[in-house]
């Protein structure tokens, strides 16, 4: 069962990371790949306060999510008062350059990973409880991301997103509303981050590499951009086809490139296939559909 329950909470991990990134760069129109490196700030942030500095791990998971939520602030708003799109060269510099710290730094471990973190739960408590929080967590995340998008504020990021010089003529700051996007998505993915770190007690750089950045944007793709439940069904399809290629046992050097060559590949046949994903997004098309057809008439 312990495999199970590892898998499960892998699913719901990649949940929030896969709702939050549809956020930005769904709903939000905000171009960026290196949404990992917050997954990776929460979690190293919350290990080594709780294991070095004898954080609780609740506090220490709530500064993990602060720290990441301040970082991507720092990254998105020198970026984004020039263009948008300095936003997907300066988090990809800022995710490589922190890997980088990651490897070398002694205090988060080096290359060969950070050990030892601190378990959420006592070992009296079942392994169930800690399944049961992150799912609840998880669709509490979707419900998060779908309320934000279909609200006032979903619909002002909709207005900024499709002419941002017309939603600025307006008086609207787009600069304040795709940094706040760009932090409250980040923040998710720091908080996931968190939680990954205290159940699985070890983290190291290459888990938030390149690579897992392109495994959530094939999540997001795949499943259905600017969808409430595309993301989810692309994080439970797409972490659950890897779990089915490794009972094919084939050799690490086969198996690591073929995953990555599965994950590019998908992308690249849904982006000219169905551009829509698996779960398109039939209210927000179906509003565009009709507003176009009442201005025909």
Do not use: C
Request: hydrophobic share 55%; aromatic share 10%; proline share 5%.
């Amino acid at each position: 069962m312990e495999y199970v329950y590892a898998v499960v909470i892998l699913i719901g991990l990649y949940i929030v990371l896969a709702a939050s990134f549809n956020l930005i760069i769904g709903y939000g129109g905000l171009i960026s790949i290196a949404h990992p490196i917050f997954y990776a700030i929460g979690a190293y942030a919350s290990a080594i306060l709780s294991r070095d500095y004898g954080f609780p791990i609740p506090l220490a998971m709530l500064a993990g999510t602060l720290i990441a939520l301040v970082a991507s602030i720092m990254v998105a708003l020198p970026s984004l008062r020039v263009s948008g799109d300095y936003l997907l060269i300066a988090s990809i510099g800022f995710q490589l350059g922190l890997i980088e710290v990651f490897k070398n730094a002694s205090w988060t471990g080096g290359a060969g990973g950070f050990t030892n973190i601190p378990a959420a739960l006592s070992a009296s408590v079942p392994r169930e409880v800690y399944v049961a929080i992150v799912v609840v967590v998880a669709a509490l995340a979707a419900l998060l991301v779908r309320a934000i998008a279909h609200g006032p504020y979903g619909r002002a990021m909709a207005a900024m997103r499709d002419d941002e010089v017309a939603f600025s003529a307006l008086g609207r700051n787009a600069v304040a509303m795709k940094v706040g996007t760009f932090a409250l998505g980040s923040a998710l993915a720091g908080f996931a981050g968190a939680l990954y770190a205290h159940y699985f007690r070890f983290v190291a750089p290459e888990q938030f590499d390149i690579l897992q950045s392109s495994v959530v944007l094939t999540m997001v793709v795949v499943g259905g951009i600017r969808s409430t439940w595309g993301p989810v069904v692309g994080a439970v399809l797409l972490q659950a086809l890897p779990q089915a290629i490794t009972f094919l046992n084939l050799p690490p050097a086969v198996l690591g490139p073929l995953q990555g060559l599965l994950f590019t590949g998908l992308v690249l046949v849904f982006m000219f296939v169905r551009p829509q994903g698996l779960v398109s997004a039939g209210e927000v098309w179906s509003a565009t559909r009709k507003g176009s057809e009442h201005a025909r008439s």
